[in-house]
């Protein structure tokens, strides 16, 4: 399961066209502030069934969001024995160099720039999650 954090309804969209492309089958929950995402994260609220929200095996992170920035939200998840070794992607529209420093400086796998395309996405699975290229995803 993937967990997109992110507040515009329009980058959701492009998010989920993106992975629509990618012949994966990981299930995206989309949290729409940093607050959803604390709350999914820790299973608590509505998200405390781990059948239907299980921990992700991925984050896709914006830095600026509602309620919580996404480095207060990447700071947390470092403290959390659970979510740790969770793979961190922060998505963006800031290219500024020092938010990509203290990214990967706070843990982030990885800083992409939005839009993501299937093509970055792809690199993103293969790296981070350390899995075989996508066409072997593809049941036949």
């Known amino acids: 399961m993937i967990l ?25 929950h989309v949290a729409a502030d940093g607050r959803q995402a604390v709350d999914y994260l820790q299973g608590s609220g509505k998200y405390s069934d781990r059948l ?3 921990i992700p095996s991925l984050i896709f992170l914006d830095l600026k ?17 659970l979510l740790k070794n969770v ?17 990967i400086r706070l843990g982030a796998k990885t800083f992409l720039v939005k839009p993501p395309t299937p093509e ?15 066409r072997q995803y593809v049941s036949k």
């Not at 515009?8 to 990981?26: G, Q, S, T, Y």
């Not at 969001?65 to 024995?81: A, K, V």
């Open 4 to 28: 997109l954090v992110e507040d515009n309804e329009d980058d959701v969209f492009i998010m989920e066209r993106a992975m629509l492309k990618l012949p994966l089958k990981h299930r995206m």
């Open 52 to 54: 239907a929200y299980p």
């Open 65 to 81: 969001l509602p309620f919580l920035h996404g480095f207060e939200i990447l700071e947390w998840i470092n403290t959390q024995r």
């Open 87 to 103: 793979p961190v992607a922060i998505l963006t529209s800031s290219a500024e160099p020092k938010d990509r420093e203290k990214a």
């Open 120 to 134: 970055t996405l792809t690199q993103v699975f293969e790296l981070i999650l350390d899995a075989p290229p996508p």
